[in-house]
């Protein structure tokens, strides 16, 4: 089982920036991919970025230009920089892993709790 605590978060004004931190701790797994998703108001929860064990990296389009994410020398620890951020960045981030069990499970999906980035004035 894995466990992701997430840092970072908060209210920023328009143009702002702010930088997500997750940790991944546990045992009985390997980490395949690593990312952020997130979930306003009313929307659906939707891929931000993620990061593949590779050091291959997805953005959505949106944010492109804009978010940086990264991973911890350890692999354990992802981090997305966000900047000139704008309202519609407004939502609930989700770190995830995705990860294969020791026992060969293929695809088993992990969450952190979650954290408000705000973006107004």
């Known amino acids: 089982q894995a466990q992701l605590v997430e840092s970072g978060g908060g209210l920023v004004q328009p143009g702002g920036s702010q930088r997500l931190s997750c940790e991944a701790s546990?045992?009985?797994?390997?980490?395949?991919?690593m990312g952020w998703y997130r979930q306003a108001p009313g929307k659906q929860r939707g891929l931000v970025a993620r990061?593949?064990?590779?050091?291959?990296?997805n953005y959505v389009d949106s944010v492109k230009g804009r978010f940086t994410i990264s991973r911890g020398n350890a692999k354990n620890t992802v981090y997305l920089q966000m900047n000139s951020l704008k309202p519609e960045d407004t939502a609930v981030y989700y770190c995830y892993v995705r990860a294969i069990l020791h026992d060969g499970t293929r695809d088993v999906d992990y969450w952190g709790q979650g954290t408000q980035v705000t973006v107004s004035s």
């Open positions: 546990g045992s009985g797994f390997s980490i395949n991919a």
């Open positions: 990061i593949s064990r590779d050091g291959t990296i």
